[in-house]
């Protein structure tokens, strides 16, 4: 074991992590695991949870019982996140949105007559952050009603839905979030309106339901798409960890900027 709690409740989350792991691997309960080190069963259990970062005396004491022991090492702040980081720099577009859990071929087939901006983490993503996709989400204007009957069109033509109701017109108040066979999608009705940063994706990957499925026109998967984002540094993040890979990712392109504007005369 090579983490110990550091005073922050990621630390302990991973420390009680371990522990449970270990606990589980030896088939012991909360209650035999408890009375070997010699405390509660409820504290096991919050130490499991990660909700105790008073003292490494407990988690040395309950490790102790398995016949394990604490170790601590100290690592550069960003370690785990910079490991991560340099693991996906340099990975062409495709690549990337392939891994989404939403399709980008197909989304990005329906909204082709859409003006739209990628944002949140699949725009983050695409910049080099290495977070995990679960949702689309993008941004489209508030004030150009043929785009937005575009939209409602599109989604009308891939099925996508609202909750449980069929109301695709995002002019219509209720939730931003749409279901369809390709993916989740979050949809901001935004106002200014601007698209100044684009990204080439080429080629764009299949869509594993097929585009033409629903559209009347019988459009064909599109091989490539032109898209734009919503920059790095204007995202914001929804939770602390993320927000952290994406400052740490920020930072380490504005320092690869810095050092290739320097050129030889830095090195």
């Known amino acids: 074991m090579t983490q110990a709690p550091a005073g922050d409740d990621r630390s302990a989350r991973r420390t009680?992590?371990?522990?449970?792991?270990?606990?589980?691997?030896?088939?012991?309960?909360?209650?035999?695991?408890?009375a070997a080190a010699g405390v509660s069963t409820a504290c096991v259990s919050r130490l499991e949870r990660g909700q105790r970062t008073s003292t490494l005396d407990l988690a040395d004491a309950v490790l102790a019982a398995m016949g394990l022991r604490l170790h601590v090492e100290a690592e550069p702040q960003f370690a785990d996140i910079d490991a991560v980081i340099r693991q996906?720099?340099?990975?062409?577009?495709?690549?990337?949105?392939?891994?989404?859990?939403p399709s980008a071929g197909a989304f990005f087939t329906y909204f082709a007559d859409?003006?739209?901006?990628?944002?949140?983490?699949?725009?983050?993503?695409?910049?080099?952050?290495?977070?995990?996709?679960?949702t689309l989400e993008i941004a489209v204007p508030a004030d150009n009603n043929d785009a937005l009957d575009a939209?409602?069109?599109?989604?009308?033509?891939?099925g996508a839905r609202r909750g449980n109701f069929e109301i695709r017109?995002?002019?219509?108040?209720?939730?931003?979030?749409?279901?369809?066979?390709?993916?989740?999608?979050?949809?901001r009705l935004?106002?200014?309106?601007?698209?100044?940063?684009?990204?080439?994706?080429?080629?764009?990957?299949?869509?594993l339901f097929g585009v033409t499925w629903f559209l009347r026109e019988h459009r064909e998967p599109?091989?490539?798409?032109?898209?734009?984002?919503?920059?790095?540094?204007?995202i914001e993040a929804s939770s602390g960890h993320v927000q952290r890979v994406i400052r740490r990712?920020?930072?380490?392109?504005?320092?690869?900027?810095?050092?290739?504007?320097?050129?030889?005369?830095?090195?």
């Open 16 to 34: 009680g992590a371990v522990i449970r792991e270990e606990r589980d691997k030896r088939g012991l309960s909360l209650a035999k695991l408890a």
């Open 88 to 101: 996906a720099s340099g990975r062409p577009p495709s690549e990337i949105v392939s891994e989404w859990r």
């Open 114 to 134: 859409v003006p739209f901006i990628v944002e949140g983490l699949a725009a983050a993503s695409l910049q080099g952050a290495p977070v995990t996709v679960e």
């Open 151 to 158: 939209l409602t069109v599109a989604l009308g033509a891939m």
């Open 169 to 187: 017109d995002p002019r219509v108040n209720g939730s931003p979030d749409y279901l369809s066979l390709h993916g989740a999608l979050r949809i």
């Open 190 to 207: 935004a106002s200014p309106f601007e698209q100044v940063l684009w990204m080439d994706i080429d080629p764009l990957p299949k869509p």
């Open 222 to 234: 599109l091989p490539r798409a032109r898209i734009a984002l919503t920059p790095l540094a204007e």
């Open 249 to 267: 990712t920020r930072d380490l392109l504005a320092s690869a900027r810095a050092a290739q504007a320097a050129g030889p005369a830095s090195r």
